[in-house]
């Protein structure tokens, strides 16, 4: 075998390249697993304000499981409604300052309730567990990213929607994934939906790697 590729190979074995991209698991990501209607396994709900959080196709007239979350309020009384799942439970090690880059995928949709027109403003968050206020606070947030809908009095189709996250935490507190449904404060009742959640997390390079990539960019520059 040639001396330069079998550098090369040597190398690259050096990089554990599998440490590059984790799949983080989210437990009952679908809401098929219920306990009633209103409680989907593995998920923890938070509520302010009017509206309600459910999961069963039957209560919505839906053609699956999914979960809605419904946020209604007024000019005077804003509300939202969350959903939350402590992805440290299902993923053995991980805390808030385990990986930098995550990636969450999900299904995001807007079902009208009343007609009426609007905008569902949902928000899909990494938080910190262990800080105080965990929902709302700016301190518990790690990152977030908002998605809009607009209500024209006709239910919206689901779509795929992609959240990019940065976190920089030194924290080793337990990691929540969230679905916030706000409702900014106009008077309407509208629905955000989800469904389909994946997550995979991309941890920073090591320095073993680092140090051999930059071996092998020194021996491809030789070769030539």
Do not use: C, H
């Not at 989800?194 to 030789?222: C, Q, Y």
């Amino acid at each position: 075998m040639n001396k330069t590729v079998f550098t090369t190979l040597a190398v690259l074995s050096s990089i554990n390249l599998s440490t590059y991209a984790a799949t983080i698991v989210v437990d009952n990501a679908d809401f098929s697993s219920l306990t009633d209607p209103g409680t989907a396994t593995s998920w923890a709900e938070v509520e302010a304000g009017g509206g309600s959080i459910y999961y069963d196709p039957s209560e919505a007239s839906a053609p699956d499981f999914r979960a809605y979350i419904m946020s209604s309020g007024s000019s005077s009384d804003p509300d939202f409604k969350a959903i939350i799942q402590n992805l440290s439970t299902f993923n053995g090690g991980l805390n808030a300052s385990t990986y930098t880059n995550y990636t969450i995928s999900f299904d995001a949709g807007f079902r009208d309730d009343l007609g009426q027109t609007g905008t569902v403003n949902m928000r899909v968050a990494l938080v910190d567990l262990g800080a105080d206020g965990i929902y709302q606070s700016s301190d518990s947030i790690l990152d977030s990213a908002t998605f809009t809908r607009s209500g024209d009095g006709t239910p919206m189709d689901m779509s795929a929607e992609v959240a990019n996250l940065t976190i920089a935490s030194a924290s080793t507190n337990d990691i929540g994934l969230v679905f916030l449904n706000e409702n900014t404060g106009t008077t309407f009742q509208q629905t955000a939906t989800i469904d389909n959640i994946s997550v995979v997390a991309v941890p920073e390079p090591t320095s073993s790697a680092m140090f051999g990539l930059a071996g092998l960019a020194l021996i491809l520059r030789r070769r030539r």
